[in-house]
């Protein structure tokens, strides 16, 4: 076999499809195993609007595609080949199809593309996504602490939101939307922990000197606020997740089991594309368990063709001196 131009090896134990922490993670574990793999990126990673990584021991704080330069860097050492470049389609043999018409081979292919955001439909919201329109407080309260904070009110999960903004400052107001209905309870919580809420549909932002100032609802009320939290909807890309057996959940991500496995025989998935709130710390180390689980199953097939081919060279077996030849019809 030929190996498709610009690529070291005609076949991958790993094709490994996007190169965020997670991808990248398996890829160096999976490197270090001895195996060769290789990593295709389109380049555009969930987390880079946001301008730092928190929740990362020792990368406290780092952009995020300074971290994946660091990580990518290191892989240098092992036989992971690096690919640039936009994937097109995933076969249910691990064939993988890049836009420039080159074919990858693998083994075991591991879907690692994360998802993309979708954000709430309000004038602004692209250009302040990661800078004050947000989503986790964990990744975010800290810079914004003790000011005027906002949360979309847009279902269930929102009121949850607010209790947790609430730890980072004590002038929170719940906007509470179409999609959020409150209860008495909801209501009665809220209250206690001094969250204001406002009826009502946010349809802008209001910046002044590159900082937000206010959101906007659509009956021209303004919510003073530094920072506004959200929860976005998710889309995962449909190229990678039509493959026979690669079943979806409620959200839209690709299940697996435990160990990363979808229901495609020997395809894979890790990080946002299994679950939308895996943090970075998180992701690095669900890759890291996956690729274990992965290298295992490479071995046990190793190990099962070695069998084969040792018992192909042996021959049929030899009968021991006076030992009867079996009975033929």
């Keep these: 076999m030929v190996s498709a131009p610009g690529l070291r090896f005609p076949q991958y134990d790993v094709v490994i499809i996007g190169g965020g922490i997670a991808g990248l993670t398996a890829a160096e574990v999976l490197g270090r195993a001895r195996r060769r793999v290789a990593v295709v990126d389109a380049g555009r990673p969930r987390n880079a609007p946001a301008g730092h990584v928190h929740g990362f021991p020792s990368r406290d704080g780092i952009a ?6 660091l990580c990518r860097a290191e892989l240098e050492r092992y036989d992971v080949d690096l690919i640039d470049a936009e994937v097109t389609g995933l076969a249910a043999d691990r064939t993988v199809e890049l836009e420039d018409g080159r074919i990858l081979r693998g083994r075991h292919a591991v879907v690692a593309s994360g998802l993309r955001d979708v954000l709430p439909d309000i004038d602004g919201a692209a250009e302040r996504w990661g800078r004050d329109l947000l989503q ?13 904070l906002a949360v979309l ?9 607010a209790f947790l903004v609430r730890s980072f400052s004590a002038e929170v107001t719940l906007i509470c939307g179409e999609g959020l209905e409150l209860s008495g309870a909801d209501t009665a919580a809220l209250a206690a922990m001094g969250i204001t809420v406002v009826e009502g549909t946010a349809a802008g932002l209001q910046v002044q000197d590159d900082a937000l100032a206010a959101v906007v609802l659509d009956d021209g009320r303004t919510v003073p606020c530094r920072a506004v939290f959200c929860e976005p909807g998710a889309a995962v890309d449909p190229v990678l997740s039509g493959v ?3 079943t979806r959940d409620a959200d839209g991500c690709l299940e697996t089991d435990e160990a990363g496995r979808t229901g495609a025989d020997r395809i894979w998935a890790v990080g946002n594309v299994t679950d939308p ?3 970075v710390v998180a992701a690095a180390g669900d890759a890291y368990r996956l690729a274990v689980a992965l290298n295992a199953a490479l071995l046990e ?18 009968l ?8 033929t019809r």
Excluded: F, I, N
């Design 64 to 69: 995020p595609r300074e971290l994946l330069r």
């Design 136 to 148: 986790c407080p964990y990744c975010h309260g800290w810079e914004v602490a003790d000011s005027p």
């Design 153 to 161: 009110g847009a279902g269930p999960d929102s009121v949850q939101q």
């Design 244 to 246: 026979p057996g690669c």
């Design 277 to 279: 709130s895996s943090q």
């Design 301 to 318: 097939e190793d190990v099962a063709a070695a069998v084969r081919a040792a018992e192909t060279a042996a021959g049929p077996p030899r």
């Design 320 to 327: 021991s001196a006076g030992e009867p030849a079996a009975a």
